[in-house]
């Protein structure tokens, strides 16, 4: 069965760039729409972005447009969330998904790896 597992998280101060990445396991990565979502403290967990698998189109939620980038390494059956100008709201446990939908729900998903972000 696929498995996915990510790695990249960690402290940043405020205005800071982390990347995060995901390697799957079982399946090729092409097959399937990736993503990534978040949650919060005390928050439900919610849609950042998703890059097609028929092509690199991505969606990214509005929070967090003009800042984050997600790419897709189908060779290396990785993908990857290069996060840019980052903001204290962007703290939260950050999980990798696969087949993700156009309505914000998920097929397979990684363990999670949090990301702090310090005002």
């Known amino acids: 069965q696929v498995q996915l597992i990510e790695s990249g998280g960690g402290l940043v101060q405020a205005g800071g760039s982390l990347k995060l990445s995901c390697t799957q396991s079982?399946?090729?990565?092409?097959?399937?729409?990736m993503g990534w979502f978040r949650q919060a403290p005390g928050k439900e967990r919610e849609f950042v972005a998703r890059?097609?698998?028929?092509?690199?189109?991505?969606e990214y939620a509005d929070a967090v447009k003009g800042r984050f980038i997600i790419s897709r390494d189908n060779a290396r059956n990785t993908v990857s969330l290069q996060m840019n100008s980052l903001k204290p709201e962007d703290t939260g446990v950050y999980s990798c998904?696969?087949?993700?939908?156009?309505?914000?729900?998920?097929?397979?998903w990684g363990q999670g790896t949090q990301v702090t972000v310090s005002s």
């Open positions: 998904a696969a087949g993700v939908t156009a309505w914000g729900t998920a097929t397979y």
């Open positions: 079982g399946r090729a990565i092409r097959q399937y729409v």
């Open positions: 890059i097609m698998s028929n092509d690199e189109a991505a």
